[in-house]
């Protein structure tokens, strides 16, 4: 079993303080526990993880026309990219704007990208600005949806 030092403790707060930046309110830090939520389950490669972030029919975009709907596509399709392209990938990011349009529901936008396998900065390639559709369900925040597009030295227009 470990144990955690004070030390430990206050690196983890300064840590947290640091992601949630000028997000200080505590109905802000419990809306950005989500995206936390995402990124520990991606550090495991742990597809059903990431699933379970999502509602039962939540949505995720991503670049390369990849459009997945329902925990169930979700899964499949996170499995398959931790398997391929994505195995010991991590993901990384930070909030820059946290929306409330009702008390269960909240739009987050964060930068941020995939870490590849031992590295700790993102390569231009892959860092992402990212739209997180959040709501309030039983007490726990979902993602209803999800999409990011590549953004920096990365991002490509496309007409």
Known sequence: MS?????????KNDALDAYYGQFTSDKEKEALGLPLRLVAAWSRNDAA?????????????????????????VLAF?????????????????????RFVADDVALIRTHGGI????????????????????????GKWQLAA?????????ATLRW
């Open 78 to 98: 996170m499995a398959a990219a931790f398997a391929g392209p994505f195995k010991g990938t991590g993901v990384t990011g930070r909030p820059v704007d946290v």
């Open 115 to 138: 870490l590849a396998p031992g590295e700790t900065e993102i390569a231009p390639e892959l860092a992402v600005r990212s739209t997180w559709v959040t709501v309030k369900r039983n």
């Open 49 to 73: 993880g990431i699933a379970e972030v999502f509602t039962e029919d939540g949505i995720m975009i991503l670049p390369g026309d990849v459009f997945k709907k329902g925990r169930d596509e």
């Open 146 to 154: 999800y999409q990011n597009s590549p953004r920096g030295e990365g």
């Open 3 to 11: 144990t955690s030092t004070s030390q430990d403790v206050a690196g």
